[in-house]
């Protein structure tokens, strides 16, 4: 039983096979690169990579959530190319519609199918019935991503009517084409390229095999001792080819090619529903990780756009209200290399979010030689200094980035010892002072009060 169709096909398409009596519709492929888990997830951790540079380093947060936002897009773009594709499977032949423009073909009209790797050839407009050679056209088909579904599916209906016409043309005539491959009573042919046509017999041939679409011969040369490889080429109808040699070969048992087109295409179609099954199970882990780095890398972009130290660096910030001079409050937000918050200032200056963002008081700090006192803690094998830290105060619009006050210098007046401190041994690290609530208050309050 298949699955339900995932995706509308066009109008155009029934009506189609309407008009050339195909029967019921048995499946429905659709144009869609394929996507490797690995090649996505490295994408994935790329553009994470890229996004919180350009975030984090750089300081453009639109840009780096742009990028994160962009990524499904991208994948969505291409896996889904422009124009659309679509083949439809019926009962009694197939549609094919690029572009919007469907073309039928009964399964009688389709003499030659070419199996790759990945893609597919029909030769289109003949019909094996009749003989007749009309509007013949070669449909190549690649770029799906269920293309060994869609190989068995054709495989099912052409194979055997291949096998069918080549048993009675190597009746009638003597030989059974399989471009390039001819099979004949005394052997196999092969037509190719600048080699021109070679010929082999089946008391020469040692072994053959196929390979997907590919039939892989080997022959017996008394001078080079072992079999060799002389022709490994794809050829037309490459199951109904092999089961007719089988079926020919006098050297090998007799064998029943029908029953051994039936029994290849039954296990291509199971091949290809496992390789299916395995592919989705990737898909699916793949899917979960790349949706988790995304979610992750939004949140800590999001989380950190919040903060507005792009301002001290002379660049607006959006998202923030605009700062007109005049009496206050003028909301502020505290950046920078300091401990204080906005809990320090009075509630009408405290912002209740990005939007009520006026002002960014940016602080830097300079650790300075200067001794400001000497702090004694227990087990220390000797007093720890506390040296002045000078910090530079500047006041910026938050839209815009401009200087509304300083910058100004001042010596971190708050020389208070901690109370905890690392350092190596049983003598603890240098300690440096910090800015007084007092010192920050004074600088902000004149102009966002």
Not at 262 to 274: E, I, P
Not at 282 to 300: E, F, K, P, Q, Y
């Given at each position: 039983m298949r699955l339900p169709f995932s995706f509308a096909l066009p109008a155009a398409l029934g009506t189609a096979a309407a008009e050339r009596g195909l029967g019921t519709r048995v499946a429905a492929y659709r144009r869609r690169r394929p996507l490797r888990a690995w090649a996505v997830l490295v994408l994935a951790v790329a553009d994470l990579t890229a996004s919180l540079i350009i975030s984090l380093a750089v300081g453009d947060y639109d840009l780096g959530i742009a990028l994160l936002a962009?990524?499904?897009?991208?994948?969505?773009?291409?896996?889904?190319?422009?124009?659309?594709?679509?083949?439809?499977?019926?009962?009694?032949?197939?549609?094919?519609?690029?572009?919007?423009?469907?073309r039928a073909a009964r399964w009688t009209e389709i003499p030659y199918l070419w199996t790759q790797p990945r893609a597919l050839a029909l030769r289109l407009g003949e019909d094996g019935t009749s003989g007749t050679d009309s509007a013949q056209a070669t449909l190549t088909i690649r770029n799906f991503a269920r293309l060994p579904e869609l190989a068995s599916d054709l495989d099912a209906a052409l194979q055997p009517r291949a096998?069918?016409?080549?048993?009675?043309?190597?009746?009638?005539?003597?030989?059974?084409?399989?471009?390039?491959?001819?099979?004949?009573?005394?052997?196999?042919?092969?037509?190719?390229?600048?080699q021109g046509q070679r010929a082999a017999a089946w008391s020469d041939i040692d072994s053959y095999e196929r390979a997907g679409g590919r039939l892989l011969i080997s022959?017996?040369?008394?001078?080079?001792?072992?079999?060799?490889?002389?022709?490994?080429?794809?050829?037309?109808?490459?199951?109904?080819?092999?089961?007719?040699?089988?079926e020919t070969d006098p050297t090998t048992p007799p064998a029943n090619a029908a029953a051994l087109?039936?029994?290849?295409?039954?296990?291509?179609?199971?091949?290809?529903l496992r390789r299916r099954r395995k592919a989705r199970g990737r898909a699916r882990a793949s899917?979960?990780?790349?949706?988790?780095?995304?979610?992750?890398?939004?949140?800590?972009?999001?989380?950190?756009?919040?903060?507005?130290?792009?301002?001290?660096?002379?660049?607006?910030?959006s998202g923030t209200a605009a700062y007109a001079p005049?009496?206050?409050?003028?909301?502020?937000?505290?950046?920078?290399?300091?401990?204080?918050?906005?809990?320090?200032?009075?509630?009408?200056?405290?912002?209740?979010?990005?939007?009520?963002?006026?002002?960014?008081?940016?602080?830097?700090?300079?650790?300075?030689?200067?001794?400001?006192?000497?702090?004694?803690?227990?087990?220390?094998?000797?007093?720890?200094?506390?040296?002045?830290t000078d910090y530079t105060l500047t006041l910026r619009a938050a839209s815009t980035g401009a200087v509304v006050a300083g910058p100004m210098t001042v010596q971190g007046s708050n020389d208070t010892c901690p109370d905890d401190v690392f350092g190596t041994g049983d003598q603890p690290d240098a300690q440096y002072s910090l800015l007084d609530d007092n010192q920050l208050l004074n600088f902000v309050d004149p102009v966002a009060s």
């Amino acid at each position: 039983m298949r699955l339900p169709f995932s995706f509308a096909l066009p109008a155009a398409l029934g009506t189609a096979a309407a008009e050339r009596g195909l029967g019921t519709r048995v499946a429905a492929y659709r144009r869609r690169r394929p996507l490797r888990a690995w090649a996505v997830l490295v994408l994935a951790v790329a553009d994470l990579t890229a996004s919180l540079i350009i975030s984090l380093a750089v300081g453009d947060y639109d840009l780096g959530i742009a990028l994160l936002a962009a990524f499904p897009a991208g994948l969505a773009a291409y896996r889904y190319p422009v124009p659309g594709e679509v083949i439809a499977i019926y009962q009694h032949g197939l549609v094919h519609a690029r572009r919007g423009q469907p073309r039928a073909a009964r399964w009688t009209e389709i003499p030659y199918l070419w199996t790759q790797p990945r893609a597919l050839a029909l030769r289109l407009g003949e019909d094996g019935t009749s003989g007749t050679d009309s509007a013949q056209a070669t449909l190549t088909i690649r770029n799906f991503a269920r293309l060994p579904e869609l190989a068995s599916d054709l495989d099912a209906a052409l194979q055997p009517r291949a096998l069918a016409r080549a048993q009675a043309a190597l009746r009638d005539g003597g030989r059974a084409q399989f471009p390039p491959l001819t099979v004949t009573r005394e052997g196999v042919q092969v037509t190719q390229g600048p080699q021109g046509q070679r010929a082999a017999a089946w008391s020469d041939i040692d072994s053959y095999e196929r390979a997907g679409g590919r039939l892989l011969i080997s022959v017996t040369k008394p001078e080079a001792g072992t079999p060799v490889r002389w022709s490994g080429v794809v050829v037309a109808n490459a199951i109904a080819a092999e089961a007719l040699m089988d079926e020919t070969d006098p050297t090998t048992p007799p064998a029943n090619a029908a029953a051994l087109v039936s029994r290849d295409v039954s296990k291509a179609r199971v091949q290809a529903l496992r390789r299916r099954r395995k592919a989705r199970g990737r898909a699916r882990a793949s899917a979960v990780l790349v949706t988790a780095l995304l979610a992750i890398g939004l949140v800590v972009v999001v989380r950190s756009s919040n903060g507005l130290a792009v301002v001290c660096q002379g660049d607006g910030a959006s998202g923030t209200a605009a700062y007109a001079p005049g009496p206050g409050p003028h909301p502020v937000q505290i950046e920078g290399d300091s401990l204080e918050t906005e809990d320090v200032l009075a509630s009408d200056l405290i912002p209740a979010s990005r939007a009520d963002v006026q002002l960014v008081a940016c602080i830097s700090s300079f650790e300075t030689s200067d001794l400001a006192t000497t702090c004694q803690y227990i087990g220390a094998s000797a007093g720890t200094p506390l040296y002045y830290t000078d910090y530079t105060l500047t006041l910026r619009a938050a839209s815009t980035g401009a200087v509304v006050a300083g910058p100004m210098t001042v010596q971190g007046s708050n020389d208070t010892c901690p109370d905890d401190v690392f350092g190596t041994g049983d003598q603890p690290d240098a300690q440096y002072s910090l800015l007084d609530d007092n010192q920050l208050l004074n600088f902000v309050d004149p102009v966002a009060s």
